[in-house]
């Protein structure tokens, strides 16, 4: 049993609560537009960080996260990227690797908007944690926290940081 800490966009925005809301957890999971080096070496001396780029992340950010990131946890295939789009919007370039790689756990950021949201057609769940940092146009900071265990994707949890 896994348990993890996901957010995105932070846009560089350290936040004290990211330690506390991560501390039960064995991973954290950053969704892309990390904003900074120190963020990403902030967030990886808290738990083992997996993350990939986003679109505002600068060349040393491109160097060490890639695009698009396949793992597995348990018994659950992830496949994240920053921009993704939804389930019936997938943004184009990454439509064709979601359907051909079928992960049980599809998470994107990018839009700010928190969603999860179950795809039938992929039998797969997506996850957008919406935007853990203070710019862009939402109005409340957000992160998630779940568990996997075997195959089960359980005890999630939406966490409002406050507003930005």
């Given at each position: 049993?896994?348990?993890?800490?996901?957010?995105?966009?932070?846009?560089?925005?350290?936040?004290?609560?990211?330690?506390?809301?991560?501390?039960?957890?064995?991973?954290?999971?950053?969704?892309?537009?990390?904003g900074?080096?120190?963020?990403?070496?902030?967030?990886?001396?808290?738990?083992?960080?997996?993350?990939?780029?986003?679109?505002?992340d600068?060349?040393?950010?491109?160097?060490?996260?890639?695009?698009?990131?396949?793992?597995?946890?348990?018994?659950?295939?992830?496949?994240?990227?920053?921009?993704?789009?939804?389930?019936g919007?997938?943004?184009?370039p990454?439509?064709?690797?979601?359907?051909?790689?079928?992960?049980?756990?599809?998470?994107?950021?990018?839009?700010?908007?928190?969603?999860?949201?179950?795809?039938?057609?992929?039998?797969?769940?997506?996850?957008?944690?919406?935007?853990?940092?203070?710019?862009?146009?939402?109005?409340?900071?957000?992160?998630?926290?779940?568990t996997?265990?075997?195959?089960?994707?359980?005890?999630?949890?939406?966490i409002?940081?406050?507003?930005?």
């Amino acid at each position: 049993m896994r348990k993890i800490g996901l957010l995105s966009d932070t846009h560089a925005w350290w936040d004290d609560k990211y330690a506390e809301y991560f501390a039960e957890c064995d991973e954290i999971w950053h969704a892309g537009d990390i904003g900074s080096e120190e963020l990403a070496v902030k967030l990886a001396t808290l738990k083992p960080l997996r993350a990939v780029c986003g679109n505002i992340d600068g060349q040393s950010l491109r160097l060490q996260y890639p695009l698009v990131v396949h793992f597995q946890v348990e018994e659950v295939k992830v496949m994240m990227t920053h921009i993704g789009g939804y389930p019936g919007r997938y943004y184009p370039p990454i439509r064709k690797e979601l359907y051909d790689t079928r992960p049980n756990l599809f998470i994107a950021g990018h839009s700010h908007i928190l969603k999860v949201v179950y795809d039938r057609s992929l039998n797969c769940l997506h996850i957008n944690p919406g935007a853990a940092g203070k710019s862009g146009f939402h109005q409340v900071r957000t992160l998630i926290r779940f568990t996997i265990d075997g195959k089960q994707i359980k005890d999630l949890e939406v966490i409002e940081l406050g507003h930005r």
